[in-house]
């Protein structure tokens, strides 16, 4: 059973464009982290959320909280190729630190 | 400040034949997390330690794999003997008393 579903599972899109890529579950988060993995190496922090609602800013990147704590959602406005990447959300689900991980969404940004 | 370390970046080895990976946390981080990358996936985790202890190891596969963290700083990750479906990316994270993960590069193993 998978506890966290992205979509869409691949995106290819042209510079410049706009994009939200989803995180979905039916169970309630302690938190919710967004990372970005590119080839070869690990995930890197991109934002954590805890509040229902939250909303973040990351330059061109935002990050929404749903209010019920099941989703969230990441938009990047004006994409460059430099955004490229899997994009991975993980939610804590009971505030152990244990980190139940998405499958990603991977972007590809065309120049 | 140095991040995860992960060694070897790659190995490729026959079915059947153990292998060990290496992992030295960020310094003065207590948790340490083994996860299991496959392709197209998101990291799974194997095992978690607080300092020298496994407090969750629920998802490692104990009829192969083992894992150690003695004096609770560097770890160590062993398959013995692989199998085929062991062919994955296998990450290292480590925390200090905070859900906030700091990963590795990860060790991709082919196992042939």
């Known amino acids: 059973t998978q506890l966290l579903e992205q979509s869409p599972q691949f995106l290819s899109i042209q510079e410049g464009e706009n994009l939200t890529v989803y995180c979905n579950s039916s169970s309630v988060f302690s938190s919710l982290q967004w990372y970005r993995q590119e080839p070869g190496e690990g995930p890197v922090l991109l934002v954590t959320v805890v509040t229902g609602g939250e909303v973040k800013k990351l330059k061109r990147l935002t990050f929404q909280f749903g209010d019920a704590r099941k989703d969230s959602s990441l938009h990047i406005t004006a994409a460059q190729p430099g955004d490229t990447g899997l994009y991975l959300c993980a939610a804590e689900m009971d505030s152990s630190y244990k980190l139940i991980f998405g499958s990603g969404t991977r972007l590809l940004v065309r120049p | 400040e140095a991040g995860v370390v992960q060694s070897p970046r ?29 392709l197209g996936q998101g990291p799974e985790l194997l095992i978690r330690y ?51 993960q700091y990963f590795g590069p990860g060790t991709r193993l082919t196992v042939l």
């Open chain 2, 50 to 100: 607080e300092n020298e202890e496994a407090v969750d190891d629920s998802q490692l596969p104990k009829d192969r794999f083992s894992a150690e963290r003695l004096k609770g700083v560097d770890s160590t990750l062993k398959i013995q003997p692989a199998e085929l479906g062991d062919s994955a990316v296998y990450l290292c994270a480590s925390s200090l008393g905070a859900p906030t």
């Open chain 2, 10 to 38: 790659y190995k490729i080895i026959e079915k059947k034949q153990p292998v060990a990976f290496w992992c030295n946390p960020i310094s003065g981080h207590n948790t340490l997390y083994w996860y299991r990358q496959n």
